[in-house]
């Protein structure tokens, strides 16, 4: 039966399914938005001759968490950093246009991680790129938001920047705040804040699921925020080991705030799917699952259909994220 072993697929959670004629779809980098999808290939195929292109959609962006969406869906694009700097410089004795400038810091980051790699094992070598491009970023980043001081894009990567370059929780700090007084609400920035809260020396899991039932609390129902719930109960399942068969996600008192969350967030009927809405679908559906409780993750994944994300599910495959989640929704079922 050596053929039937081959064509078998043993997935991380222990589930054994036949390969399939057809593979599953990709995991979607855009969400499914055609502005993102469209600076997206411009960027990876047209190079400095594609950036009126990708500067008008990002220049017509609504600035707060729409602007950063569109740099966040750049930051991984393979190739940005070979031809940014030709757009920085194009117009001697011109002001660098800040997207450029916003656009070359978040590939900084993108590539700085790039560098670092996924696992634990980092040489010095990656160590010192990693410094090193994330120090370029912060340059890039510095002169866009001195050029546009409304914008919160700059700040949100540079709070990245501060989790990299392990800055200190002071200036993480500052640079959260920094972010949400041009765009309060601001999804993405919460959700950075909460890990390096969740990451740093001397953090307790007390204080980040404090920050994360507040920030929910303070925002109004239907919020994205309601998100953070979950985000900082897997980053404690993470601490504890990231077993799927953990029992800490389906205690009585997590899985309270979590229906708590979802109600207050993704089922609320004043909830908006918009940008990358899909994240929050995700995470609570992976939250639900590994909980063990299947009736509250079915219809997440129902509506979520094949649209995966790499968060959260990048926790339990690093390399294939899309593994997981069609392992865990045929579990789950539909």
Same mark, same amino acid.
């Given at each position: 039966m050596v053929w039937y072993a081959r064509l078998a697929v043993r997935r991380p959670e222990g589930d054994r399914f036949l390969l399939r004629r057809r593979p599953p779809p990709p995991i979607d980098?855009?969400?499914?938005?055609? =502005?993102?999808?469209? &600076?997206? $290939?411009?960027?990876?195929? @047209? /190079?400095?001759?594609?950036?009126?292109? &990708? =500067? /008008?959609? *990002?220049?017509? $962006?609504?600035e707060g968490e729409d602007l950063t969406f569109l740099a966040e869906g750049l930051r991984n694009v393979a190739g940005i950093e070979r031809w940014i700097g030709e757009v920085i410089a194009a117009g001697p004795g011109e002001p660098a246009d800040p997207l450029a400038l916003l656009v070359a810091g978040a590939r900084q980051v993108g590539w700085a991680w790039h560098a670092r790699g996924r696992f634990q094992a980092v040489s010095e070598p990656q160590r010192a790129l990693f410094r090193g491009r994330l120090e370029t970023a912060q340059e890039h980043l510095f002169e866009a938001a001195e050029r546009e001081p409304s914008w919160a894009a700059p #700040?949100?990567?540079?709070? &990245?920047?501060? =989790? @990299? *370059?392990?800055? /200190?929780?002071e200036v993480a700090e500052r640079r959260f705040e920094a972010t949400c007084r041009q765009a309060p609400g601001h999804a993405a920035a919460h959700r950075e804040y909460l890990r390096q809260l969740s990451r740093q020396p001397g953090g307790s899991p007390e204080r980040t699921h404090a920050f994360a039932r507040a920030a929910m609390l303070a925002a109004p129902k239907g919020s994205r925020? @309601? %998100? *953070?719930?979950?985000?900082?109960?897997? %980053? %404690?399942w993470l601490h504890l080991g990231g077993d799927p068969e953990s029992l800490y996600l389906g205690s009585p008192q997590v899985l309270g705030a979590l229906h708590e969350a979802a109600d207050r967030s993704v089922h609320h009927?004043?909830?908006? =799917?918009?940008?990358? #809405?899909?994240?929050?679908?995700?995470?609570?559906?992976?939250?639900?699952?590994?909980? /063990?409780?299947?009736?509250?993750? !079915?219809?997440?994944? !129902?509506? *979520? @259909?094949? !649209?995966?994300?790499?968060d959260p599910w990048r926790h339990l495959d690093a390399r294939s994220p899309l593994v997981p989640f069609l392992a865990w929704r045929a579990r789950v079922g539909r």
């Open positions: 980098l855009s969400f499914g938005d055609p =502005r993102l999808a469209e &600076i997206r $290939a411009a960027a990876l195929v @047209g /190079g400095a001759g594609k950036w009126p292109v &990708i =500067r /008008g959609q *990002l220049a017509a $962006a609504r #700040w949100y990567f540079l709070q &990245i920047c501060a =989790r @990299g *370059l392990q800055s /200190g929780p925020l @309601g %998100e *953070l719930v979950a985000v900082a109960h897997l %980053e %404690e009927p004043d909830f908006v =799917r918009q940008r990358d #809405w899909t994240l929050a679908f995700n995470t609570f559906a992976m939250a639900f699952a590994l909980a /063990g409780d299947h009736r509250a993750a !079915r219809p997440l994944f !129902r509506a *979520l @259909g094949s !649209r995966a994300t790499e």
